[in-house]
């Protein structure tokens, strides 16, 4: 069978069946960022409706958080060894189903269930997703195009569904778990016709089973004690013991790596680096969003008193810039090179931060809050492409799930650890004290952006003293 890489050329002219290609599995991934977003808002009439109590309520989030996050380094070898249309079209379908359950059940456990599942869907959609992309477009300008579409689809999929979450809202709270019911059908079932078969790699090798269990139960460990240990406590016995086990499962998992003849994470792939700066870069650059969005949402609502709506709509200007700007910006990538627009885009978000220092009970939108959210949305389009496209770049066709289920764990372990710290220090001075800790909550998240920066600046640096030679623009 012939590699879907050779349906491609280097051009950037492409046919009617690369285009639903990559608008299938994109609208997908769209998907996925968009359940992380929408139900954010919807969360107080959830609570109201099926009667939960607030640690119960948190957990309609981090359900999902938990499944997404603690599965995506298997999820991404699976979709490498299965093959990936065949991952792909099992776990869109899956998606589908956990999104009807979300929207059908009265009983709050059945609903964080069905978040667990939803999570763990997009587990194996996200790398899956990415890795077809990676292995159906050359590298190069063709690649580094489609990745800016598909990034796209992802970062305005997450903006749409603040705005989104706040329309349906006033509706019903089930609309944001019906929504995606539709889309992801229409989107299964243009899978199923133009996303081609793979071939499925033998040189791979068989299956490390021991290295799969350890390494998915450490990861959700490690998602689960960093979501309970702002209300747990970071020095209690539960969470001391979470991430100890943690810890024990992730060192033991490594330790199976090194002697596995067919490892789950080949270790050697972390040399590149490229890939290890593409991934803790965008930890830090989503552990810095997450806590900086939740923050906001709070300040509008609980300080300034905007309702849910208006709330949603104060993120608009951001999710449209990313939108028209992210297909757009193949050719600066293609000119100036991954790490010198990555860099800008951690920049934008550093002052973005910076200026909203300044905001309190008084502040008005245009003045105090628009310019943090012109700046966050030119940074996501500067740099949410150039890290999938830095993630990605040399890396072999059969390891492109791998590098794309690494890459989505930092975001979302990244994000799951920023949002941690900066809700224990926003409520570090006690409930009901939101305007106290708003200017320490924020000051620890500018710290967060501006270690994203210096990993930024890092391979603008390396790039100056000893450019590689395929490389060179990453």
Do not use: C
Request: glycine share 12%; proline share 4%.
């Amino acid at each position: 069978m012939t590699s879907p890489a050779h349906l491609s050329t280097t051009s950037t002219r492409w046919d009617a069946r690369l285009w639903a290609v990559l608008l299938t599995v994109s609208t997908v991934v769209g998907l996925d960022a968009l359940d992380v977003s929408m139900v954010g808002v919807a969360l107080p009439s959830i609570q109201a409706d099926l009667g939960l109590s607030t640690s119960a309520l948190q957990w309609v989030v981090s359900g999902y958080v938990l499944g997404y996050g603690g599965l995506l380094l298997l999820g991404g070898r699976t979709a490498d060894l299965l093959g990936r249309r065949r991952v792909f079209l099992v776990a869109v379908a899956v998606f589908a189903v956990a999104s009807l359950l979300g929207g059908l059940v009265d009983n709050g456990a059945l609903l964080i269930a069905s978040r667990f599942i939803k999570g763990l869907a997009a587990a194996f959609t996200a790398p899956a997703a990415l890795s077809i992309i990676t292995t159906t477009f050359q590298e190069g300008p063709a690649r580094n195009r489609a990745i800016s579409i598909f990034a796209v689809f992802g970062a305005s999929g997450y903006s749409a569904g603040l705005v989104f979450s706040g329309l349906l809202t006033e509706v019903g709270w089930r609309w944001t778990f019906l929504l995606p019911v539709p889309i992801a059908l229409i989107a299964l079932v243009s899978a199923i016709k133009v996303v081609p078969a793979y071939e499925r790699d033998h040189s791979a090798g068989g299956y490390d089973l021991p290295g799969a269990i350890t390494g998915a139960a450490g990861s959700l460990l490690l998602v689960f004690g960093v979501v309970e240990a702002p209300e747990a406590g970071w020095a209690s016995p539960q969470s001391l013991i979470t991430f100890v086990v943690a810890a024990a499962l992730l060192t033991a998992f490594v330790l199976i790596e090194k002697r596995s003849s067919h490892p789950l994470l080949r270790l050697g792939i972390l040399r590149s680096g490229p890939l290890a700066r593409a991934n803790l870069g965008a930890a830090l650059f989503f552990g810095a969003y997450i806590g900086f969005q939740f923050v906001v949402m709070l300040y509008l609502q609980d300080v300034l008193g905007w309702s849910a709506l208006e709330t949603a709509l104060g993120f608009l200007p951001a999710a449209l810039i990313v939108a028209f700007g992210s297909p757009r910006i193949e050719p600066l990538i293609d000119r100036v090179g991954t790490s010198r627009t990555i860099l800008g885009g951690v920049l934008a978000h550093v002052l973005a931060y910076v200026l909203f220092l300044r905001v309190d009970e008084h502040s008005g939108y245009a003045g105090s809050v628009l310019p943090s959210m012109i700046l966050l949305g030119i940074g996501f389009t500067l740099a949410f492409s150039s890290l999938n496209i830095q993630a990605t770049t040399g890396i072999s066709d059969n390891e492109q799930g791998l590098a794309g289920g690494l890459l989505n764990t930092s975001l979302q372990v990244g994000g799951a650890i920023g949002l941690a710290i900066v809700t224990a220090v926003l409520t570090g001075s006690g409930e009901g004290n939101l305007l106290t800790g708003l200017t320490p909550a924020l000051a620890v998240i500018t710290g967060i952006a501006a270690l994203g920066l210096l990993i930024a600046l890092s391979g603008v640096v390396r790039l100056r003293r000893a450019p590689e030679p395929e490389l060179a623009r990453v």
